[in-house]
Protein backbone atom coordinates (compact mmCIF):
# COMPACT_ATOMS: atom_id res chain seq x y z
CA UNK A 1 0.00 0.00 0.00
CA UNK A 2 3.01 2.73 1.05
CA UNK A 3 4.62 1.73 -2.26
CA UNK A 4 1.09 2.64 -4.50
CA UNK A 5 1.22 5.79 -2.11
CA UNK A 6 4.94 6.58 -3.16
CA UNK A 7 3.93 6.36 -6.97
CA UNK A 8 1.89 9.14 -6.93
CA UNK A 9 4.24 11.50 -5.98
CA UNK A 10 5.76 11.82 -9.46
CA UNK A 11 2.60 12.17 -11.24
CA UNK A 12 1.86 14.69 -8.93
CA UNK A 13 5.28 16.60 -8.83
CA UNK A 14 4.93 16.40 -12.78
CA UNK A 15 1.06 17.56 -12.97
CA UNK A 16 2.57 20.69 -10.45
CA UNK A 17 5.22 21.73 -12.80
CA UNK A 18 2.85 21.40 -15.83
CA UNK A 19 0.55 23.76 -13.93
CA UNK A 20 3.79 26.00 -13.24
CA UNK A 21 4.86 26.21 -17.01
CA UNK A 22 1.06 27.00 -18.11
CA UNK A 23 0.79 29.98 -15.73
CA UNK A 24 4.23 31.22 -16.80
CA UNK A 25 2.95 30.72 -20.22
CA UNK A 26 0.00 32.62 -19.49
CA UNK A 27 1.84 35.41 -17.56
CA UNK A 28 4.02 36.20 -20.45
CA UNK A 29 1.46 35.67 -23.86
CA UNK A 30 1.78 38.50 -25.83
CA UNK A 31 -0.42 41.95 -24.88
CA UNK A 32 -3.97 41.64 -26.84
CA UNK A 33 -3.35 45.26 -27.53
CA UNK A 34 -0.09 46.34 -29.41
CA UNK A 35 -1.04 50.31 -29.36
CA UNK A 36 -0.01 52.14 -26.77
CA UNK A 37 -1.88 55.26 -25.15
CA UNK A 38 -0.44 58.14 -22.83
CA UNK A 39 -2.37 58.94 -19.52
CA UNK A 40 -0.93 62.33 -20.11
CA UNK A 41 -0.18 64.33 -23.34
CA UNK A 42 -0.69 62.73 -26.63
CA UNK A 43 0.64 59.73 -29.14
CA UNK A 44 1.19 59.89 -32.33
CA UNK A 45 1.97 56.89 -34.39
CA UNK A 46 4.01 56.35 -37.36
CA UNK A 47 4.02 52.39 -38.11
CA UNK A 48 6.34 51.15 -40.22
CA UNK A 49 8.51 53.84 -40.89
CA UNK A 50 10.34 52.90 -43.86
CA UNK A 51 14.09 53.53 -44.04
CA UNK A 52 17.40 53.32 -46.65
CA UNK A 53 19.15 52.15 -44.39
CA UNK A 54 17.68 49.68 -41.39
CA UNK A 55 14.34 47.18 -41.89
CA UNK A 56 11.14 49.52 -41.43
CA UNK A 57 9.67 49.60 -37.45
CA UNK A 58 6.93 51.82 -35.65
CA UNK A 59 7.50 54.90 -34.22
CA UNK A 60 5.65 56.93 -31.74
CA UNK A 61 5.97 60.59 -30.92
CA UNK A 62 4.76 61.68 -27.80
CA UNK A 63 3.05 65.64 -27.59
CA UNK A 64 3.22 67.68 -23.89
CA UNK A 65 -0.53 68.53 -23.23
CA UNK A 66 -1.77 71.26 -25.20
CA UNK A 67 1.60 70.74 -27.79
CA UNK A 68 0.77 72.89 -31.24
CA UNK A 69 3.01 72.29 -34.44
CA UNK A 70 5.62 75.26 -33.94
CA UNK A 71 5.54 75.54 -30.64
CA UNK A 72 9.04 75.96 -28.63
CA UNK A 73 10.32 72.86 -27.80
CA UNK A 74 13.25 70.39 -27.36
CA UNK A 75 13.32 67.13 -29.14
CA UNK A 76 14.36 63.75 -27.27
CA UNK A 77 15.02 60.91 -29.14
CA UNK A 78 14.49 57.46 -27.24
CA UNK A 79 14.98 53.64 -27.87
CA UNK A 80 13.05 50.77 -27.38
CA UNK A 81 10.30 52.84 -28.17
CA UNK A 82 7.48 50.38 -27.60
CA UNK A 83 8.22 50.03 -23.35
CA UNK A 84 8.13 54.03 -22.87
CA UNK A 85 5.02 54.51 -22.20
CA UNK A 86 2.00 51.87 -21.65
CA UNK A 87 2.60 48.76 -19.61
CA UNK A 88 -0.78 47.08 -21.30
CA UNK A 89 1.27 46.62 -24.65
CA UNK A 90 4.19 45.75 -23.10
CA UNK A 91 5.93 41.90 -22.93
CA UNK A 92 6.91 42.86 -19.18
CA UNK A 93 3.84 44.84 -18.18
CA UNK A 94 6.39 47.47 -16.95
CA UNK A 95 7.45 50.97 -19.04
CA UNK A 96 9.53 53.97 -18.54
CA UNK A 97 6.09 56.12 -17.74
CA UNK A 98 7.61 59.34 -20.34
CA UNK A 99 4.21 60.55 -20.29
CA UNK A 100 3.36 61.04 -16.59
CA UNK A 101 7.53 61.78 -15.62
CA UNK A 102 7.54 64.82 -18.72
CA UNK A 103 4.09 66.04 -17.98
CA UNK A 104 4.67 66.49 -14.45
CA UNK A 105 8.08 67.92 -14.55
CA UNK A 106 7.00 70.11 -17.20
CA UNK A 107 4.24 71.45 -15.57
CA UNK A 108 6.22 72.13 -12.26
CA UNK A 109 8.18 74.64 -14.64
CA UNK A 110 11.49 72.01 -13.69
CA UNK A 111 11.83 71.21 -17.49
CA UNK A 112 11.67 72.91 -20.42
CA UNK A 113 8.71 71.63 -23.20
CA UNK A 114 10.30 68.72 -25.20
CA UNK A 115 8.37 66.44 -27.39
CA UNK A 116 9.79 62.47 -27.49
CA UNK A 117 10.10 60.26 -30.50
CA UNK A 118 10.32 56.65 -29.12
CA UNK A 119 11.84 54.13 -32.25
CA UNK A 120 10.70 51.20 -32.04
CA UNK A 121 13.46 48.21 -31.71
CA UNK A 122 13.38 45.16 -34.17
CA UNK A 123 14.78 41.01 -34.09
CA UNK A 124 18.17 43.28 -34.78
CA UNK A 125 18.54 45.40 -31.65
CA UNK A 126 21.46 44.08 -30.48
CA UNK A 127 23.26 44.54 -33.89
CA UNK A 128 22.19 47.59 -34.36
CA UNK A 129 22.97 49.41 -30.52
CA UNK A 130 26.02 47.54 -30.65
CA UNK A 131 28.70 50.48 -31.28
CA UNK A 132 30.30 49.47 -34.84
CA UNK A 133 33.43 51.44 -34.73
CA UNK A 134 34.30 49.92 -31.08
CA UNK A 135 36.28 47.00 -33.05
CA UNK A 136 39.20 49.53 -34.44
CA UNK A 137 40.05 49.49 -30.77
CA UNK A 138 40.14 45.37 -30.17
CA UNK A 139 42.75 43.22 -31.30
CA UNK A 140 42.15 41.31 -34.41
CA UNK A 141 42.20 38.37 -32.55
CA UNK A 142 39.18 38.93 -31.08
CA UNK A 143 38.17 40.81 -33.98
CA UNK A 144 37.82 37.29 -36.01
CA UNK A 145 35.72 36.16 -33.27
CA UNK A 146 32.82 38.65 -34.11
CA UNK A 147 31.20 38.82 -37.17
CA UNK A 148 31.66 42.37 -37.43
CA UNK A 149 29.77 42.16 -40.70
CA UNK A 150 26.61 42.81 -38.84
CA UNK A 151 26.96 45.32 -36.57
CA UNK A 152 24.50 48.11 -38.17
CA UNK A 153 24.62 50.54 -35.65
CA UNK A 154 26.22 53.07 -38.36
CA UNK A 155 23.38 52.92 -40.05
CA UNK A 156 21.07 53.15 -37.42
CA UNK A 157 22.68 56.17 -36.46
CA UNK A 158 22.10 57.46 -40.27
CA UNK A 159 18.50 56.61 -40.08
CA UNK A 160 18.12 58.39 -37.10
CA UNK A 161 19.87 61.77 -38.20
CA UNK A 162 19.40 61.94 -41.85
CA UNK A 163 15.54 60.65 -41.96
CA UNK A 164 13.49 60.65 -38.51
CA UNK A 165 14.77 63.80 -37.74
CA UNK A 166 14.79 65.82 -40.82
CA UNK A 167 11.05 64.08 -40.69
CA UNK A 168 9.95 65.29 -37.00
CA UNK A 169 11.61 68.74 -38.12
CA UNK A 170 9.71 68.81 -40.89
CA UNK A 171 6.22 67.95 -39.20
CA UNK A 172 6.53 69.16 -36.01
CA UNK A 173 8.28 72.37 -36.41
CA UNK A 174 10.69 71.86 -33.14
CA UNK A 175 13.51 73.84 -32.53
CA UNK A 176 16.41 72.00 -33.88
CA UNK A 177 19.62 73.15 -32.82
CA UNK A 178 21.95 70.14 -31.05
CA UNK A 179 21.55 72.44 -27.83
CA UNK A 180 17.60 71.32 -27.91
CA UNK A 181 18.46 67.91 -29.45
CA UNK A 182 18.90 64.75 -26.76
CA UNK A 183 18.99 61.00 -26.78
CA UNK A 184 18.35 58.65 -24.18
CA UNK A 185 17.94 54.40 -23.83
CA UNK A 186 18.97 52.16 -21.50
CA UNK A 187 21.12 48.98 -21.25
CA UNK A 188 22.29 48.34 -24.82
CA UNK A 189 20.48 51.53 -25.79
CA UNK A 190 22.56 53.47 -23.03
CA UNK A 191 25.80 52.46 -25.68
CA UNK A 192 24.32 53.57 -28.65
CA UNK A 193 23.27 56.77 -27.15
CA UNK A 194 26.80 57.38 -25.87
CA UNK A 195 27.81 56.08 -29.42
CA UNK A 196 26.01 58.50 -30.92
CA UNK A 197 26.91 61.83 -28.99
CA UNK A 198 30.35 60.44 -30.47
CA UNK A 199 29.48 59.97 -33.82
CA UNK A 200 27.16 63.05 -34.19
CA UNK A 201 28.36 66.40 -31.79
CA UNK A 202 26.99 68.55 -34.09
CA UNK A 203 23.54 66.80 -34.20
CA UNK A 204 23.07 65.94 -30.13
CA UNK A 205 23.26 68.84 -27.14
CA UNK A 206 23.57 65.51 -25.01
CA UNK A 207 22.54 62.10 -23.82
CA UNK A 208 21.75 60.00 -20.92
CA UNK A 209 22.55 56.14 -20.76
CA UNK A 210 20.75 54.28 -17.99
CA UNK A 211 22.21 50.99 -17.17
CA UNK A 212 24.39 50.87 -20.15
CA UNK A 213 25.61 47.35 -20.82
CA UNK A 214 29.42 48.56 -20.32
CA UNK A 215 30.36 44.89 -19.52
CA UNK A 216 29.58 43.74 -23.08
CA UNK A 217 28.85 40.48 -21.30
CA UNK A 218 26.55 37.96 -23.35
CA UNK A 219 27.44 39.04 -26.74
CA UNK A 220 25.99 36.47 -29.15
CA UNK A 221 28.60 34.08 -31.03
CA UNK A 222 30.56 33.04 -27.69
CA UNK A 223 32.47 36.15 -27.94
CA UNK A 224 34.41 37.03 -25.12
CA UNK A 225 32.89 40.42 -23.79
CA UNK A 226 35.96 42.13 -22.10
CA UNK A 227 38.34 43.04 -25.20
CA UNK A 228 35.36 44.86 -26.61
CA UNK A 229 34.65 46.04 -23.12
CA UNK A 230 37.89 47.44 -23.46
CA UNK A 231 37.90 48.69 -26.47
CA UNK A 232 34.42 50.65 -25.88
CA UNK A 233 36.13 52.63 -23.56
CA UNK A 234 39.16 53.26 -25.70
CA UNK A 235 36.61 54.70 -28.40
CA UNK A 236 35.25 56.91 -25.96
CA UNK A 237 38.49 58.29 -25.06
CA UNK A 238 39.13 58.85 -28.56
CA UNK A 239 35.97 60.33 -29.85
CA UNK A 240 34.24 62.02 -27.40
CA UNK A 241 33.63 66.06 -28.32
CA UNK A 242 35.66 68.64 -26.69
CA UNK A 243 35.23 68.67 -22.78
CA UNK A 244 32.45 69.95 -21.35
CA UNK A 245 30.65 71.25 -24.85
CA UNK A 246 27.58 68.84 -23.91
CA UNK A 247 25.59 66.68 -21.85
CA UNK A 248 26.13 63.10 -20.47
CA UNK A 249 24.00 61.71 -17.89
CA UNK A 250 25.01 57.57 -16.57
CA UNK A 251 23.71 55.58 -14.02
CA UNK A 252 23.20 51.43 -13.09
CA UNK A 253 21.88 50.22 -9.80
CA UNK A 254 23.19 47.39 -7.87
CA UNK A 255 21.08 44.13 -9.23
CA UNK A 256 20.56 41.81 -12.03
CA UNK A 257 22.64 42.64 -15.11
CA UNK A 258 23.08 46.04 -13.05
CA UNK A 259 25.26 43.88 -10.16
CA UNK A 260 28.31 43.97 -12.66
CA UNK A 261 28.11 47.19 -14.48
CA UNK A 262 29.58 49.20 -11.70
CA UNK A 263 33.08 48.00 -12.33
CA UNK A 264 33.28 48.94 -15.73
CA UNK A 265 31.48 52.28 -15.21
CA UNK A 266 34.06 53.39 -12.77
CA UNK A 267 36.75 52.95 -15.56
CA UNK A 268 34.16 54.62 -17.53
CA UNK A 269 34.07 57.71 -15.30
CA UNK A 270 37.61 57.68 -14.91
CA UNK A 271 38.18 57.90 -19.05
CA UNK A 272 35.41 60.93 -19.29
CA UNK A 273 37.34 62.52 -16.31
CA UNK A 274 40.70 62.21 -17.19
CA UNK A 275 39.62 64.05 -20.62
CA UNK A 276 38.41 66.99 -18.55
CA UNK A 277 34.50 66.59 -17.76
CA UNK A 278 33.31 68.28 -15.15
CA UNK A 279 30.23 67.26 -12.76
CA UNK A 280 28.34 70.27 -14.50
CA UNK A 281 28.56 68.46 -17.76
CA UNK A 282 29.05 64.02 -16.60
CA UNK A 283 27.22 62.90 -14.19
CA UNK A 284 27.20 59.15 -12.97
CA UNK A 285 25.58 57.74 -10.54
CA UNK A 286 24.77 54.41 -8.73
CA UNK A 287 21.14 53.42 -7.28
CA UNK A 288 21.38 51.15 -4.72
CA UNK A 289 18.89 48.07 -4.70
CA UNK A 290 17.78 48.92 -7.86
CA UNK A 291 17.33 46.54 -11.09
CA UNK A 292 17.85 46.23 -14.84
CA UNK A 293 14.39 47.08 -15.70
CA UNK A 294 11.64 49.64 -16.69
CA UNK A 295 10.22 50.22 -13.12
CA UNK A 296 13.38 50.74 -11.91
CA UNK A 297 14.21 53.31 -14.98
CA UNK A 298 11.06 55.05 -14.50
CA UNK A 299 11.46 55.86 -10.88
CA UNK A 300 14.36 57.29 -12.10
CA UNK A 301 13.58 59.30 -15.10
CA UNK A 302 13.35 62.73 -13.37
CA UNK A 303 17.07 62.40 -13.04
CA UNK A 304 18.66 62.46 -15.85
CA UNK A 305 15.36 65.15 -17.66
CA UNK A 306 16.22 67.56 -14.81
CA UNK A 307 20.15 67.14 -16.02
CA UNK A 308 19.55 67.38 -19.67
CA UNK A 309 16.70 69.83 -19.82
CA UNK A 310 16.55 71.39 -16.95
CA UNK A 311 15.68 75.53 -16.94
Not at 156 to 167: D, T
Not at 182 to 200: K, N
Not at 267 to 280: F, H, R, S, T, Y
Request: hydrophobic share 40%.
Amino acid sequence: MANKKRKKWPWIILGVLVLLVAVAAWLMRPPANTIPTASRGSLDRFPQFESKYVPARDIVVWLPEGYQTGDTCDVLYMHDGQMLFDATTTWNRQEWRVDEVMDSLIQAGSIRPCIVVGIYNTDDRLTEYFPAKTWQHVAEADRKKAKLDKLTADNYLKFIVEEMKPFIDERYRPLTGREHTFMMGSSMGGLISLYALCEYPQVFGGVACLSSHLSMALLPEGVDGEPWATGFRDYVAASLPEPNSRFIYMDHGTKDFDADYGQYQQLLDKVIADKGWNPAHYMSRVYQGDGHNETCWARRLDQPLLFLLGK
